[in-house]
């Protein structure tokens, strides 16, 4: 943990502060300094690191999930704010959805959302709620690349299964990363359901897609 | 079942360790109520549709399983559909929620707390306790559910959105705890009132590693607190699989004879940190279990009860209160032969490892 000190003089730990504290003025002023510190490099070097060490915080236990949520839901609003649509700070690499299998809960996929767009990825929301078939059936053709599949339940994470299984089945070119309850319990589940890989916090997503979808600013 | 001088009741054993002292054995429960719709042959729908099938499934796993305890609760989404939720069933799983019914700062605001006897699946779940207690009379506690008012939020309103209200308009959080305080306490006593002996509560929510524990101490903690006093017997409190070490004591606190223990928890910790005050129950991981053998199985109970066993006090369980339906029959069965194996006080071989 940074000391208050540490926290005044380094942006990204400034800001890291203002979203643990879910203080959204406090963020944007910390941005925003950083930002007329670091310049277009703001995003990567100060609003990223915030972000994975909150995610690293939650996973080892130190953070609530909570301010997880609230940490990604702030970041994604900064971020949409000061990233253009189309130029430089926008990451191009291959097309990006997300979506939950067989539950209408929506925390991990909103989360995990939030979190990257917050580092400038663009990410297709395709929605919860959904059957093994009817998200095939949504990839297949629709140019989707790298799949995100945030499940809640045993049940829908051993449905991921299906889901691999109809999307090679379809000969759909598409890398499924999972994440979820059930894959942080269990860490061997995502090789059992043929996903490519699991992220076991948000900020997890962000080298897994480093990786599976490439490309650059 | 029926218990004699030298085997204790069910009921017995239970009220033995609550009260912190050691029984014959280490009671355990198993609540793995889809495996009683598995053992009666019958899909999952129809099991949830019918209180008779239910009842029927938890007897037969019962005599298979010889565990101490039996549930009357069907599933949490069940309290949803008193706030315009739908319960979705599923063949290869628990019901699960839909679509979280309140969507606005008015729902909250024009909200009244339901009668739970008005709604199906609750009806059902009444009529399920009165069924195992008319079958089961005094010797074998039946546990009723329910989930606590400051988590409930998270079915009514999705988990984020609950986020965002405790964060963006403390008001609305508190009208909404209050109005599921009287709900849940309504809930405790009608299924007390139906033939549960008690009552456990859950609540997700107050672990740290979902809301920090001085936000959960300033409005969920005193809704607790409140609903475990409104509610006319005994209460347990189990933050549902999530890590409650550090709000463990406040839960004792609030007036929960026994707190529910994590498969992440320190089980022998917890229990010291409630030593007098509060019962422990867990911590069998349901997701882990899975993939256990039987030799693994019985590792996992021996290393629980050598560290929560020892002075009563302690009943082993699965961790978050409903094993999943792809647990193999055998996983249960062999759980329960590590128990009678390994459970009998007073545990002399668990005090000479140590």
């Avoid at chain 1, 299998?101 to 919860?128: C, F, M, N, Y």
């Avoid at chain 2, 988990?159 to 209200?165: A, M, P, Q, S, V």
Wanted: proline share 6%; hydrophobic share 45%.
């Amino acid at each position: 943990m940074a000391t208050i000190e540490q926290a005044r003089e380094d942006p990204s730990l400034r800001l890291e502060q203002a979203l643990l504290d879910a203080d959204r003025p406090a963020a944007a002023a910390a941005l925003a300094a950083a930002r007329a510190r670091e310049g277009a490099g703001a995003v990567e070097r100060v609003l990223v690191p915030a972000l994975e060490r909150i995610g690293a915080g939650w996973e080892q236990g130190r953070l609530a999930l909570s301010q997880v949520y609230m940490a990604g839901r702030i970041c994604e609003d900064l971020a949409e704010a000061i990233l253009p649509t189309a130029g430089t700070l926008r990451r191009s690499g291959e097309a990006i959805g997300i979506a939950v299998l067989e539950d209408h809960h929506l925390l991990g996929k909103r989360i995990v959302t939030a979190t990257v767009r917050s580092a400038g990825w663009p990410i297709q929301d395709l929605g919860h709620g959904m059957s093994a078939q009817a998200l095939a059936a949504r990839v297949a053709g629709s140019g989707i690349r790298v799949l995100l599949v945030s499940t809640l339940m045993l049940r829908a994470a051993l449905h991921v299964g299906e889901l691999v299984r109809l999307l090679r089945a379809g000969n759909t070119p598409v890398r499924v990363l999972v994440g979820g309850a059930p894959f942080r319990i269990d860490r061997e589940l995502w090789r059992e359901v043929g996903a490519d890989a699991m992220g076991a916090s948000a900020s997890d997503a962000l080298p897994l897609l480093e990786r599976f979808a490439g490309g650059s600013r | 079942m029926t218990g004699s001088p030298a085997t204790p009741s069910a009921a017995a054993r239970v009220a033995e360790a609550l009260g912190h002292r050691e029984a014959d054995r280490v009671p355990f429960f198993l609540p793995a109520t889809m495996h009683g719709a598995r053992l009666l042959g019958v899909p999952l729908p129809e099991y949830y549709g019918s209180a008779e099938l239910m009842a029927r499934g938890q007897l037969r796993l019962r005599e298979r399983l010889g565990h101490d305890a039996v549930s009357c609760s069907i599933c949490a989404a069940a309290e949803v559909e008193p706030f315009g939720g739908e319960v979705l069933l599923f063949e290869d799983g628990p019901p699960n929620a839909g679509e979280p019914p309140l969507r606005s700062a008015a729902d909250i605001e024009r909200l009244r707390p339901p009668d739970p006897g008005d709604f199906p699946a609750l009806r059902r779940t009444l009529a399920l306790a009165s069924a195992l207690r008319q079958r089961l009379g005094d010797e074998v506690p039946i546990m009723g559910g329910a989930v606590a008012p400051f988590s409930l939020p998270a079915l009514q309103l999705g988990l984020g959105r609950w986020f965002e209200i405790l964060e963006d308009a403390p008001g609305l959080a508190e009208r909404l705890v209050r109005v599921n305080e009287v709900f849940c306490a309504s809930l405790g006593n009608a299924l007390l009132a139906a033939g549960a002996g008690a009552v456990g509560l859950g609540e997700p929510l107050a672990s740290p590693s979902m809301v920090p524990a001085e936000r959960y101490r300033e409005l969920g903690l005193p809704a607790l607190r409140r609903t475990i006093a409104a509610i006319r017997g005994p209460v347990a409190v189990s933050t549902a699989s999530a890590p409650c070490a550090a709000v463990a004591a406040d839960l004792a606190g609030a007036g929960a004879v026994a707190v529910g223990v994590s498969g992440a928890d320190d089980l022998a910790e917890v229990k010291r940190r409630l030593r007098g005050r509060a019962a422990v129950i867990g911590n069998l991981d349901g997701i882990r279990m899975r993939r256990w053998s039987a030799a693994e199985a019985e590792r996992a109970v021996q290393a629980a009860l050598a560290a929560a066993g020892p002075g009563g006090g302690f009943v082993l369980s699965e961790h978050h209160g409903e094993v999943p339906f792809q647990v193999p029959q055998q996983v249960l069965e062999a759980v329960a032969d590590a128990v009678r194996r390994w459970g009998n006080y007073p545990l002399t071989w668990a005090r000479d490892a140590k």
